[in-house]
């Protein structure tokens, strides 16, 4: 079963998990303290930093060009990899709102600390360095390692018609 969290703890966890260019163990122990669960820390450490690079990603020249994931990845039981619509992740959707809020009034160091941790831009980064461009891309949806498919399956399941 998923915790549900309130907006204004996912906007204290953004501002723990981006205090700093790497989050740290005492980032972690932070996180503990506002929430209960082992798998809502590693949700909220995962998917707001992709929530983040996501949203600059967006902003980045030739972006408008570029195709960027609604979905993102979790392994079920068996190893395999499932795709879940991002608005199956609560985490993912009140952080992209915070991510928007940030890249345009800042504070610039929160979105680029936690925009840097993100698995999406920094695919975005090697192909850039590498010489390649956005136009035309389309980007994969990240993969969470360590977050069970069946924490997104009932949510999932429950959105079809």
Same mark, same amino acid.
């Given at each position: 079963?998923?915790?549900?969290?309130?907006?204004?703890?996912?906007?204290?966890?953004?501002?723990?998990?981006?205090?700093?260019?790497?989050?740290?163990?005492?980032?972690?122990?932070?996180?503990?303290?506002?929430?209960?669960?082992?798998?809502?820390?590693?949700? !909220? $450490? #995962?998917?707001?930093?992709?929530?983040?690079?996501?949203?600059? =990603?967006?902003?980045?020249? /030739?972006?408008?060009?570029? +195709?960027?994931?609604?979905?993102?990845?979790?392994?079920?039981?068996?190893?395999?990899?499932?795709?879940?619509?991002?608005?199956?992740?609560?985490?993912?959707?009140?952080?992209?709102?915070?991510?928007?809020?940030?890249?345009?009034?800042?504070?610039?160091?929160?979105?680029?600390? !936690? $925009? #840097?941790?993100?698995?999406?831009?920094?695919?975005?980064?090697? =192909?850039?360095?590498?010489? /390649?461009?956005?136009?035309? +891309?389309?980007?994969?949806?990240?993969?969470?390692?360590?977050?069970?498919?069946?924490?997104?399956?009932?949510?999932?399941?429950?959105?079809?018609?």
């Amino acid at each position: 079963m998923m915790e549900a969290l309130s907006s204004d703890l996912i906007y204290q966890a953004v501002k723990l998990l981006g205090a700093q260019p790497d989050a740290s163990d005492e980032t972690e122990e932070q996180l503990r303290a506002l929430v209960r669960d082992d798998f809502t820390v590693r949700r !909220l $450490a #995962d998917v707001v930093p992709e929530a983040f690079g996501l949203v600059l =990603a967006s902003h980045l020249p /030739g972006a408008e060009n570029m +195709t960027l994931p609604d979905t993102f990845c979790a392994q079920d039981d068996d190893g395999e990899w499932v795709e879940f619509p991002m608005r199956c992740e609560p985490i993912f959707v009140m952080a992209v709102d915070i991510a928007q809020h940030t890249f345009h009034n800042g504070p610039r160091a929160l979105m680029k600390n !936690l $925009a #840097d941790r993100s698995s999406l831009l920094s695919a975005i980064s090697k =192909a850039l360095n590498a010489g /390649g461009s956005l136009d035309g +891309t389309n980007l994969g949806p990240p993969s969470f390692f360590g977050l069970p498919a069946a924490l997104y399956q009932p949510a999932a399941s429950s959105d079809t018609p």
